[in-house]
């Protein structure tokens, strides 16, 4: 089935304002049920990505947001942006894929937004419709290298991610 095929760009991002406008870019994209797996070693910039996400969100929805923690040790931290509420999950300290289903988080993927570091400890229960970033150090100390995959139904959109559009 076409649909489930997936569609790679690759983006170089030469320092942390770039990571950050990639995040500003996303962020004006999401909608509800959207899922964005970020994945990539610790210190690749999966948390920089969700919290520039979050940061723009609430630019936009006129929303207080004072702190962003990084959900690795609550798991999962939410913030409402009507018409969905973003879950932004952590799921390093996870073992199994089952564990992830006690949180609920098959319930966040039907109408919100959901940002979801270390998606591959979902295992077969990471939704097939989806948006995954694969970050990577670059070749210097704060630049990165972001794989984007477009898998299932983002197949098809077309995504304003790079910074001239």
Not at 27 to 46: F, Y
């Amino acid at each position: 089935m076409a649909n489930d095929q997936t569609v790679l760009l690759t983006l170089k991002l030469a320092d942390l304002a770039a990571t950050e406008s990639l995040a500003n870019r996303l962020a004006g994209l999401l909608k509800p049920g959207d899922v964005i797996a970020l994945s990539g070693e610790l210190g690749t910039g999966k948390t920089v990505i969700a919290r520039g996400v979050i940061r723009a969100l609430a630019a936009t929805h006129t929303v207080d947001v004072d702190d962003i923690p990084s959900p690795t040790f609550t798991l999962v931290q939410q913030y409402d942006f009507p018409p969905f509420s973003l879950f932004h999950i952590d799921l390093y300290r996870i073992d199994s894929p089952g564990d992830v289903l006690e949180l609920g988080v098959e319930d966040f993927f039907a109408e919100d937004v959901s940002l979801i570091e270390w998606p591959e400890r979902l295992g077969a229960y990471l939704p097939e419709d989806r948006l995954h970033l694969t970050l990577q150090a670059g070749d210097h100390d704060r630049d990165r290298i972001v794989q984007i995959e477009k898998c299932g139904a983002w197949r098809d959109q077309d995504l304003e991610l790079t910074p001239d559009g």
